[in-house]
């Protein structure tokens, strides 16, 4: 018996890397109501290539399919419009699964100095960010990579692939072609686990155009809790179980009034927290 790490899913198949050989092997079956995903950490059985049982995770995202991450890399380009109702969901997404969001705005060869700043001045109180070129560079995130395993989402086009080909040269992935991205094909169809060094692995994932609520396990009520741009100001509502939606005498509005909260982040919330009681009611009452 063997214990390795799960890089690559396709199908019925677990290809599974272990002392620097890969393994495809198949899975018991009572592993299969669990799920087996791309960066499980497992047992497996070397000769009869079958994988036996699968270690405690430490976070688990079901989009991108990921498990045991420590960061997730949120890439927005120029080109295609940047999705913010999908990056913040993604944000959330990250941050009740134990895991650091990245922003990482792509194509930086290509794109104006007030796309930089409008992020900026969107998510600097948010989420730490990053400006790069998977054409031309890329120092930036090659030092965040370091001794932590990360994985891109994000939607398609947006260059992920490209960054994972200037990460790790020798991948050769292929890359979408721009003039089609308006016909919503994804080049990069399954997710892929890439070790740079002993410590650190980059994994390469398919994009999505959106993120369901359904996915964000948040009680509508406590979703402020997932704002850190909100949190210095919630302290200083009347109600204690303000919302920030309809409430008086509220802190978060204010801010946002006064310009020291962002408008778009204050009204996708909005949008998120209507999405989320919906659900919550759908389910439980
Ligand atoms: N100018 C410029 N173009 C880029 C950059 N990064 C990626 N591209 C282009 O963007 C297009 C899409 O890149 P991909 O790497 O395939 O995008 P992806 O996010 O992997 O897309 P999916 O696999 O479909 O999810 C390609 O034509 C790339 O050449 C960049 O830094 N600058
Ligand atoms: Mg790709
Ligand atoms: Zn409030």
Redesign the pocket.
């Known amino acids: 018996m063997k214990k390795g790490i799960v890089i690559k899913k396709l199908a019925d198949k677990f290809w599974v890397k272990s002392d620097n050989l890969t393994y495809v092997c198949a899975s018991k079956k009572n592993l299969k109501t669990m799920g087996l995903y791309v960066g499980d950490y497992v047992c497996f059985d070397e000769f009869q290539n079958q994988v036996l049982s699968i270690e405690k995770r430490s976070s688990l995202l079901i989009r991108p399919p990921i498990a045991n991450i420590d960061q997730l890399l949120i890439?927005v380009?120029p080109?295609p419009k940047p999705d913010l109702l999908l990056v913040d969901k993604l944000i959330l997404f990250a941050f009740t699964n134990n895991i650091e969001p990245i922003l990482c705005i792509?194509?930086?060869?290509?794109v104006q100095e007030s796309f930089v700043d409008d992020f900026t001045s969107a998510y600097k109180n948010v989420v730490n960010i990053i400006n790069?070129?998977?054409?031309?560079n890329i120092d930036e995130l090659l030092k965040i990579l370091k001794g932590k395993v990360s994985a891109?989402a994000?939607?398609?086009?947006?260059?992920?692939?490209?960054?994972?080909?200037a990460i790790l040269p020798d991948l050769c992935?292929?890359?979408?072609?721009?003039s089609k991205?308006e016909r919503g094909?994804?080049?990069?169809r399954h997710t892929q686990l890439y070790e740079i060094d002993d410590n650190s692995f980059i994994a390469?994932?398919?994009?999505f155009n959106s993120l369901d609520e359904k996915y964000l396990t948040i009680n509508y009520e406590e979703l402020d809790k997932y704002y850190p741009d909100f949190i210095k100001y919630i302290s200083g509502c009347k109600f204690r179980s303000c919302n920030h939606i309809n409430e008086t005498n509220c802190c978060v509005k204010t801010a946002v009034k006064n310009g020291e909260i962002d408008l778009g982040r204050y009204n996708r919330y909005k949008i998120i927290y209507e999405n989320l009681k919906k659900e919550w009611e759908r389910k439980y009452d």
């Open positions: 890439v380009a080109i792509n194509k930086n060869d290509i790069i070129s998977a054409h031309k891109f994000g939607q398609s086009a947006v260059g992920k692939s490209s960054l994972t080909n992935l292929e890359v979408g072609d721009i991205i094909r994804n080049t990069t390469d994932t398919s994009g």
